[in-house]
Nanobody, 124 residues
Framework: QVQLVESGGGLVQAGGSLRLSCAAS????????MGWFRQAPGKEREFLAA????????YYADSVKGRFTISRNNAKSMIDLQMKSLKPEDTAVYYC?????????????????WGQGTQVTVSS
């Protein structure tokens, strides 16, 4: 079993920054892929970024390139998402996810495990 817990969400003014963290526990294997998604009210879940457990392979959605950075803290088994230049349209619940594969996927249906989500609200 794999458990994921997000933290770091909150209220931030437009143009500000937040760092989200996802703590992974349980049987996390070397061939796992970790991803970040978000879902705004009335919208589909949107892929943001993903990396292999090794951290060697990284993939970003075009919409967040240059603003968001995904990274792995090897010592703590955590995945971070550093967000800068936040906009009101970034307001959403942010989720981390994992699936046991060597291949990175941007499809929510491909991921096996999900965290509970953390709310990010960007005010204007």
């Amino acid at each position: 079993q794999v458990q994921l817990v997000e933290s770091g969400g909150g209220l931030v003014q437009a143009g500000g920054s937040l760092r989200l963290s996802c703590a992974a526990s349980g049987r996390t294997f070397n061939n796992y892929v970790m991803g970040w998604f978000r879902q705004a009210p009335g919208k589909e879940r949107e892929f943001l970024a993903a990396l292999s457990w090794s951290g060697v392979r990284i993939y970003y959605a075009d919409s967040v390139k240059g603003r968001f950075t995904i990274s792995r803290n090897n010592a703590k088994s955590m995945i971070d998402l550093q967000m800068k230049s936040l906009k009101p349209e970034d307001t959403a619940v942010y989720y981390c996810a994992a699936h046991s594969s060597y291949s990175i996927s941007n499809l929510a249906s491909a991921y096996d495990y999900w965290g509970q989500g953390t709310q990010v609200t960007v005010s204007s």
